[in-house]
Structures are given as C-alpha cells and as structure tokens.
C-alpha cells in the first residue's frame, strides 16, 4: 500500500482491460492524482466512481480524446498540466486500437486503417512524452509504454497493430537513450496474452479462459511508477514472465526493501 | 511600484499607469521582409538554430553567432531562469443571431473572470453587459464589464472553470496570430520546449529556440535552469494608437522555494542570472523589490524603463522588438537606448528575423 503516494500519473486508454486495471491498482497504492484518458467518456465516469470507492480523497481527472488526433494531445496535455499542478511522476503509455477487424493481412490493408492506427499507438506515445517532458524533467519522472509480443515478431494478419508496436519499441529505447542524463526514466512492458476485449476481437477463435485477467498483471505497472525501480530504466519487461528474475539479473536486491524484492 | 497582493476590488481598474508618450520612444523602420513569417522548422532550420546577437552591456560591443552555441557566452554556474508559461488557443469566435465576435483572452483575473480583447466585428457597440457569448460545445460567457481605458477590452464570465474550461478552450480556440505570418500555424509551434504551466495568452518567445539537446548540453558544462511563472497577455490590443501608449498591465506571477534557492545559490557562488525573455525580469525584479528572495505568488504593477536598477537579472535574452514596443523600454534598463538602437541597426543590416518564431538577442 502507498508505494505511489504523492504521484501524479497520467494513464491512457484507461477506460477499460490492463488501462482500467492500471488506474485501480494505482488508486489502490495511494496515488496522488490520476488523469484517465479514452475515446469514451462513459466508462471513464465509472471507472472515476470505482476509484472513489477505493480512494475518496484522490484527485482523478477523466478526458475524453482520440489521440489519433496531435490536437488532442495537446489538449490532454494542457488539463493534465493543470489538474497536477504543472507535474507529472508517472505516464502510462496504455492507448492502442487493433485497426480493422478481423484483421486483414498487410496486402490487403487499407492505407487510412493504416495511418489511424500508427497515430493512435506509436505518434501519441511520441507526443505526449515529448509535450510533457517539461513537467517531468525537474523532479524526474517513470514513462512505461505498453507494447505487445507483436512488436518483436511480425505475425501474419496483425498488420499496423504489430508495426505500431514495432515503432513503439524503437521509440522507448530512443527516449531511454536520450534521456539518460536526466531523471526521467523510461521504460516498456509487454503485458502478455490477456482477456481484454480488444484480445477477443483479434483473435476471436481462441478461448480467452486461457489467458491472463488484466487485473493481474499490473504489479510491475506499480513497481515501474514507484520509487524503488528509480535505477530502473530503458529495460524492456514481460509481465507475466519472470520479471523478478529480470530485476535480479540487473542487480536489484531484496535490500531495496519491495515486496517484490522479496519474492525473488 | 512594487509587487503586491492584488485585492478583488481593484479588478475594474486592472489597467492603469498609461505611458508618457513621447518619452523614450524606439523609432525604426523594419523592412516587412524581417517579419519571421514561419517557425524556423519550417525554414529548414532546428528550432535552435536561429541567429544570436550578443550585445555586451559593459562595452556595447555586438557579436553575430548563432542559438545552439549559446554555451560559449555562458560559464559554470550561471543561471538560466524560464518562463515555464504554455500557451493557451486563446482566440475564440463567439457566434450570435446578430454577429460573430472574435475573443483574444489576455488574463484571468483573481475571481476566474477573464479580461478579453472583444474584435473582428464593427458592432462593438453592440457589447453591453450581461450579453451573453455562445461559442458552441456548451461553453458561454457573460459580458460584465468594459474596460476604463481600452474600449474593445472587456471582462467575461466563462460558464465553465478549471479543466472543464480547458477542455473547451482547447476544443474551440486557435493560438493568437498576426499578420506577418504566411500560415495559421497550430497551436504546437507556439510552445517552448520546457514550457508546462498552460495559461499564457501569447508563448515567451524569447526560450522558444532552446531545445533539449541545447539544454542538457548547457546543464553538462554547469550551467544551472530554474523557472518562474508569469503568464504573458496580449502583445497588441489591434490598435495602433493604444498600442503606442504601452498601457501596463498588472500581472500575476509564481516564484517557486525551488527556483528561490538556486537564485540565491547563484548570487552567493557568482553565478550570473540570466533572465529568458522580459516576463522572467519583470517576476524576478518584482520579487527583488520585496527585499528578500523567497517563493512568491503575487500580483506586479513594476514599471522597468531606462534607469531601473536592475537587482537580480545580470542578463537577458529576448527576441528582436518590434518599433515602439514596450519590451524597447525594459531593454534600456540593460543598456542605454542609443546602444539598442545601434544594435538594431546592425541586425537590420545583417538580415536578423523579428518576432516570435525569428532570431534572438542576447543581453550581458
């Protein structure tokens, strides 16, 4: 508990799956403040109500953009900027759309699909890391983008999703590598298979049992924003690997006193 | 005048201290082919590519150099002090059964109302209090009041407030332009890098050329940043003769503990204060008129002309100004008036771009 008190985060795509799951567990931990970003407000007043059960005193924005579009980045930004104060500790790089469904092969791939879906998952995450780097840069701040196992292994018919994600790797070793003198640190998860909606839209012949519930893999989101990875950075993670073992293997002790630490 | 607390009464006359015309005017004739028309991204060039003139306040001397070697006019522990304001969309169309009317928010007062420049129409006269303002998206204001001085300025109640109003804001409003520019450029060119307090009717363009790969190289050779916070109004009331009279404003401004400390670490270790635009001198000499360095919201009416004694700001960078500005008069409280002219002239000579998105000027 309260491994994120006095954090200001900002969470994209957080209306529902891991984004919903994330802004729980987040309020769970005694975040400061979160700001929840999706295309649909709705879910958002909800998700906004839950939180209020866990955390009545918590600040909790809710807005709703298409971050497909750079306009309303710079909007989200703005009342980001302002609901924190002009400070930002965690941004959740969570937002992405699957593109057409079912998904067509490349060849067959309409060239607007194409551009919506490389704007909503790989410019956005550019965007809005580079529009709020300002208010991060001074107190130092975590940056967890979310890719997919699709971004290292280019399976047939998952076409923009998989080359957004591609780009979104690239991206994160970029930013970690440029941002390497400052306290701003970045870093990318790979959530693993799980039962999202937007899971059972791409691949509706699976059975989704088999996968994992978002609500459980949101442990190395919290670890990510809280201070004791604060040696953590530029490293990509699977969530629902050994990820503890990842965190040993780059010298991070049970002396740093998480629970997770501990585990190992 | 000092920085002060602003009380609520005194809103109605927000505007006062008219100029003296006459006095120390800046006269030159800019050739139209020196408006910066386009960011410098879209001139081919890195933002902080842009030419730098170097003026140095003991000797007069000019220096031609460009932004991204600002580094060799610095030392260790020199002080970097930035607006940290962002820019708002500030402009907005309020549509009526009658007329159109075009909204240029310049401040919002200590009540949320907003002071707000009332243009593009000839029915000014049809602004009367209690009119009511519809922009769409459920967002409308109420006229109050009409300002003493400037008849197209007038204060508004918005019916939204905080993020709610942002959002808005955002949705409906385009950055405030001029009529130099070749394209409405969006509201992204109109931000400095580092800015993060969103607020400012028009950007501090004096610390639009820094970029990051500027800043982490000045922070590697020891130089130090901190920011204030003064959210910049309107650069012009559209009025060339209200324009000229330099009507001050009051202005709020934000000093944080953080940015306190590092000014009086730099005082102490010798560390020269360079202020990034006029907005940082008028927050940084209000507070020093407070006699003590110390976090600070507060409220200035500080008039800095020719014969100021500057107390903190040993330096400044600020963009070139345009004939008669009023940022003319604050610069002369750096060097005399006759050694701005010169250096004007020689950056005429040599083709220097003015305004927001043009070539900079160094002061120290």
Same mark, same amino acid.
């Given at each position: 508990?309260?491994?994120?008190?006095?954090?200001?985060?900002?969470?994209?795509?957080?209306?529902?799956?891991?984004?919903?799951?994330?802004?729980?567990?987040?309020?769970?931990?005694?975040?400061?403040?979160?700001?929840?970003?999706?295309?649909?407000?709705?879910?958002?007043?909800?998700?906004?109500?839950?939180?209020?059960?866990?955390?009545?005193?918590?600040?909790?924005?809710?807005?709703?953009?298409?971050?497909?579009?750079?306009?309303?980045?710079?909007?989200?930004?703005?009342?980001?900027?302002?609901?924190?104060?002009?400070?930002?500790?965690?941004?959740?790089?969570?937002?992405?759309?699957?593109?057409?469904?079912?998904?067509?092969?490349?060849?067959?791939?309409?060239?607007?699909?194409?551009?919506?879906?490389?704007?909503?998952?790989?410019?956005?995450?550019?965007?809005?890391?580079?529009?709020?780097?300002?208010?991060?840069?001074?107190?130092?701040?975590?940056?967890?983008?979310?890719?997919?196992?699709?971004?290292?292994?280019?399976?047939?018919?998952?076409?923009?999703?998989?080359?957004?994600?591609?780009?979104?790797?690239?991206?994160?070793?970029?930013?970690?590598?440029?941002?390497?003198?400052?306290?701003?640190?970045?870093?990318?998860?790979?959530?693993?298979?799980?039962?999202?909606?937007?899971?059972?839209?791409?691949?509706?012949?699976?059975?989704?049992?088999?996968?994992?519930?978002?609500?459980?893999?949101?442990?190395?989101?919290?670890?990510?924003?809280?201070?004791?990875?604060?040696?953590?950075?530029?490293?990509?993670?699977?969530?629902?690997?050994?990820?503890?073992?990842?965190?040993?293997?780059?010298?991070?002790?049970?002396?740093?006193?998480?629970?997770?630490?501990?585990?190992? | 005048?000092?920085?002060?607390?602003?009380?609520?009464?005194?809103?109605?006359?927000?505007?006062?201290? *008219?100029?003296?015309?006459? /006095?120390?005017?800046? &006269?030159?004739? #800019? !050739?139209?082919? @020196?408006? $910066?028309?386009? =960011?410098?991204?879209?001139?081919?060039?890195?933002?902080?590519?842009?030419?730098?003139?170097?003026?140095?306040?003991?000797?007069?001397?000019?220096?031609?150099?460009?932004?991204?070697?600002?580094?060799?006019?610095?030392? *260790?522990?020199?002080?970097? /002090?930035?607006?940290? &304001?962002?820019? #708002? !969309?500030?402009? @907005?169309? $309020?549509?009526? =059964?009658?007329?159109?009317?075009?909204?240029?928010?310049?401040?919002?007062?200590?009540?949320?109302?907003?002071?707000?420049?009332?243009?593009?129409?000839?029915?000014?006269?049809?602004?009367?209090?209690?009119?009511?303002?519809?922009?769409?998206?459920?967002?409308?204001?109420?006229?109050?009041?009409?300002?003493?001085?400037?008849? $197209?300025?007038?204060?508004?109640?918005?019916?939204?407030?905080?993020?709610?109003?942002?959002?808005?804001?955002?949705?409906?409003?385009?950055?405030?332009?001029?009529?130099?520019?070749?394209?409405?450029?969006?509201?992204?060119?109109?931000?400095?890098?580092?800015?993060?307090?969103?607020?400012?009717?028009?950007?501090?363009?004096?610390?639009?050329?820094?970029?990051?790969?500027?800043?982490?190289?000045?922070?590697?050779?020891?130089?130090?940043?901190?920011?204030?916070?003064?959210?910049?109004?309107?650069?012009?009331?559209?009025?060339?003769?209200?324009?000229?009279?330099?009507?001050?404003?009051?202005?709020?401004?934000?000093?944080?503990?953080?940015?306190?400390?590092?000014?009086?670490?730099?005082?102490?270790?010798?560390?020269?204060?360079?202020?990034?635009?006029?907005?940082?001198?008028?927050?940084?000499?209000?507070?020093?008129?407070?006699?003590?360095?110390?976090?600070?919201?507060?409220?200035?009416?500080?008039?800095?002309?020719?014969?100021?004694?500057?107390?903190?700001?040993?330096?400044?960078?600020?963009?070139?100004?345009?004939?008669?500005?009023?940022?003319?008069?604050?610069?002369?409280?750096?060097?005399?008036?006759?050694?701005?002219?010169?250096?004007?002239?020689?950056?005429?000579?040599?083709?220097?771009?003015?305004?927001?998105?043009?070539?900079?000027?160094?002061?120290?």
């Amino acid at each position: 508990m309260n491994l994120l008190s006095d954090k200001f985060a900002l969470i994209t795509g957080a209306s529902r799956g891991l984004g919903r799951e994330i802004a729980l567990a987040y309020a769970t931990e005694g975040a400061r403040g979160l700001v929840l970003v999706a295309r649909t407000i709705e879910p958002l007043q909800r998700l906004k109500s839950d939180i209020a059960r866990i955390a009545p005193e918590m600040q909790v924005t809710v807005i709703q953009a298409d971050l497909g579009l750079p306009a309303d980045v710079e909007r989200v930004a703005a009342i980001t900027l302002e609901a924190c104060g002009g400070r930002l500790d965690v941004l959740i790089n969570n937002a992405s759309i699957l593109g057409p469904v079912p998904m067509p092969y490349l060849l067959d791939y309409p060239g607007d699909d194409f551009q919506q879906v490389l704007q909503v998952n790989l410019t956005a995450p550019f965007l809005l890391i580079q529009t709020l780097m300002g208010a991060m840069v001074d107190r130092g701040g975590s940056i967890i983008n979310v890719t997919s196992d699709a971004g290292r292994t280019g399976y047939p018919g998952w076409g923009a999703y998989g080359i957004s994600k591609f780009g979104l790797e690239g991206l994160s070793q970029t930013w970690a590598s440029e941002l390497a003198e400052t306290e701003v640190r970045v870093n990318w998860v790979d959530p693993g298979s799980m039962n999202t909606a937007m899971h059972r839209d791409a691949e509706p012949d699976e059975d989704p049992t088999t996968w994992a519930d978002p609500a459980d893999v949101t442990e190395i989101f919290v670890f990510l924003a809280s201070d004791t990875s604060a040696h953590i950075r530029g490293q990509r993670f699977e969530a629902q690997s050994d990820w503890r073992q990842q965190l040993a293997a780059a010298d991070v002790s049970a002396e740093t006193g998480a629970p997770w630490a501990t585990k190992i | 005048m000092s920085a002060s607390a602003r009380k609520t009464d005194e809103v109605e006359n927000w505007v006062q201290h *008219p100029r003296v015309a006459g /006095v120390d005017s800046h &006269s030159f004739y #800019l !050739p139209p082919e @020196l408006n $910066a028309d386009r =960011p410098p991204e879209r001139r081919g060039l890195v933002r902080d590519q842009v030419r730098l003139l170097v003026l140095n306040r003991k000797t007069g001397a000019t220096e031609h150099s460009r932004f991204d070697r600002l580094g060799d006019f610095l030392r *260790p522990k020199d002080l970097l /002090v930035f607006n940290s &304001s962002r820019t #708002l !969309p500030a402009a @907005l169309i $309020a549509s009526g =059964p009658q007329f159109d009317v075009e909204v240029r928010l310049a401040e919002r007062l200590p009540d949320g109302s907003w002071m707000a420049l009332l243009t593009g129409t000839q029915k000014e006269n049809r602004i009367v209090p209690e009119l009511l303002l519809d922009f769409g998206l459920d967002l409308t204001a109420t006229v109050i009041s009409q300002d003493a001085r400037i008849p $197209a300025f007038w204060r508004l109640r918005f019916s939204k407030s905080g993020t709610d109003f942002l959002d808005r804001l955002y949705r409906l409003g385009e950055p405030i332009r001029y009529r130099y520019l070749s394209s409405p450029w969006s509201l992204s060119y109109y931000q400095n890098v580092y800015g993060h307090r969103p607020g400012g009717s028009e950007m501090p363009s004096a610390g639009r050329a820094f970029s990051w790969r500027l800043l982490f190289e000045l922070r590697r050779k020891g130089v130090d940043t901190a920011s204030v916070t003064l959210h910049a109004g309107l650069s012009s009331y559209l009025d060339d003769g209200l324009d000229r009279q330099h009507i001050a404003s009051e202005e709020e401004y934000w000093i944080s503990e953080a940015t306190a400390k590092k000014i009086r670490r730099a005082r102490k270790s010798g560390g020269r204060l360079i202020a990034i635009g006029t907005t940082v001198v008028r927050a940084l000499e209000s507070m020093a008129q407070q006699g003590d360095i110390r976090a600070q919201h507060a409220y200035t009416r500080l008039r800095i002309t020719a014969g100021y004694r500057l107390q903190l700001s040993d330096g400044l960078l600020t963009g070139l100004h345009e004939p008669e500005a009023s940022h003319l008069d604050l610069l002369a409280a750096f060097v005399p008036s006759v050694t701005i002219q010169r250096a004007y002239a020689e950056a005429i000579e040599q083709h220097y771009l003015w305004h927001e998105f043009g070539d900079v000027n160094l002061i120290m």
